[in-house]
Nanobody, 121 residues
């Protein structure tokens, strides 16, 4: 499974960015997708993700500011980031969880290479 993220960049505090991610090359269904991030010197943390049940989880730090959505194309996910803060600066990673293929179950998580978001204060 290949995951290609786009939309990162430099933005001033209070501004907005929209990240997009496309999953391709999978022999298995993509059950759900999400976004995590890793700031310099910190552990990777979940930002927003769909779940297997179809609900959405957000990190407390982004609730009310970030919105995750499915794209129009299959196996795409977007992250609308509003009211950005300096502490949102991180490499943002798209990830996908696979399910059943034609005859077998995969059930693994796949990660993209990440896209850098820098918020200047």
């Amino acid at each position: 499974v290949q995951l290609q993220a786009s939309g990162g960049g430099l933005v001033q505090a209070g501004g907005s960015l929209r990240l997009s991610c496309v999953a391709s090359g999978s022999r298995f269904n993509i059950d759900y997708m999400g976004w995590s991030r890793q700031a310099p010197g910190k552990q990777r943390e979940l930002v927003a993700s769909f779940t297997s049940g179809g609900s959405i989880n957000y990190a407390d730090s982004v609730k009310g500011r970030f919105i995750i959505s499915r794209g129009n194309a299959k196996n795409t996910v977007n992250l609308q980031m509003n009211s950005l803060k300096a502490e949102d600066t991180a490499v943002y990673y798209c990830h996908a969880h696979t399910g059943w293929g034609v005859k077998e179950y995969d059930g693994n998580d796949y990660w993209g290479k990440g896209t850098l978001v820098t918020v200047s204060s």
